[in-house]
């Protein structure tokens, strides 16, 4: 049973960066798509970057901010998230990029972008 955990949260003033980090207990599977989401106060979870063998997908709104990437040796997964705007405010989480093979959901981490 896969459980990711995620780190790397927290507050940062808008234009800032973070690096969002995703752990898991188990080996995070090398042929499902990797994902990250993210669910605001008041919204649904939404995805907003998966990474698989043929390539990456970005959510409109953080193209050209964010980029996931993974490292297999580690078992990690990552997001790097550039020019931090407030509208990304939410709890970050990562899990696969199907679902009908999500693993359990972590705790998340927190982002909030504020001056």
């Known amino acids: 049973q896969v459980q990711p955990v995620e780190s790397g949260g927290g507050l940062v003033q808008p234009g800032g960066s973070l690096r969002l980090s995703c752990a898991a207990s188990?080996?995070?599977?090398?042929?499902?798509?990797m994902a990250w989401y993210r669910q605001a106060p008041g919204t649904q979870r939404e995805m907003v970057a998966s990474?698989?063998?043929?390539?990456?997908y970005y959510e409109n709104s953080v193209k050209g901010r964010f980029t996931i990437s993974r490292d297999y040796a580690k078992n990690m997964l990552y997001l790097q998230m550039n020019s931090l705007r407030p509208e990304d405010t939410a709890v970050y989480y990562c899990?696969?990029?199907?679902?009908?093979?999500?693993?359990?959901w972590g705790q998340g981490t927190q982002v909030t972008v504020s001056s």
């Open positions: 899990n696969t990029g199907l679902s009908s093979r999500l693993y359990s």
């Open positions: 188990g080996t995070i599977s090398s042929i499902y798509p």
């Open positions: 990474i698989s063998n043929t390539g990456t």
